[in-house]
């Protein structure tokens, strides 16, 4: 498939968030207190109320979305790219506040969730693209790609992703303020990756 732009008026909320509007070109997206995704692990509760704005992902295909990070601050602030197939299979991924550090991260969910995260302070501030490539070389997985715009890629995590008829976008969520506003900058399908150890093309 060809490189192409998604318009954020083909997305579908999974939840309305407290505020969406567009500036230019730019979604900004204002996430409701206490918004948030996780399945049981560890902590016994399941969060199925956060803000995904998603549309079709092809079967054999990647898919990007850029944001600007600036306004990530509070503790569990979140925003990045949705993998959705329904609500016990699904995968996460993007920045997070954890231990008052930007943190790099994915949750998986197949029935419960697994957390994987790794600090990045230094891409605080900057916009900041995550991809999720299937099919080709991924087979029956997804491979998580994260970058800022000087760093180049940064392959996150590749996890199994069996499903079929699958939907992803920008997601954003707030569990612990009222007061979150992401500009999400771009959302694109490209193609899927061709090789887990070499990096896609930045388009």
Known sequence: MERRRVDWAAGRWTRDPATARLDGDNLLVGAAEGSDYWRTTHYGFVHDDGHALLGDWPADAAVEVTFDASSLGTAYDQAGIMLHAGPEQ????????????????????NGVSDWSMAPVPEWAGG??????????????????????????????????????????????CAPMRGDLEVRFTRWALAPADLDVHEDPPIG
């Open 90 to 109: 699904w995968v996460k991924a993007g920045l997070e506040i954890s231990d008052g550090v930007l943190q790099l991260g994915a949750v998986v969910t």
């Open 127 to 172: 916009l900041v693209t995550l991809r999720a490539s299937r099919g080709g070389v991924a087979g029956d997985s997804v491979v998580l790609r994260a970058r800022t715009e000087t760093s180049g890629w940064r392959t996150l995590r590749v996890a199994p992703f069996t499903a079929g008829v699958t939907s992803a976008g920008p997601l954003v």
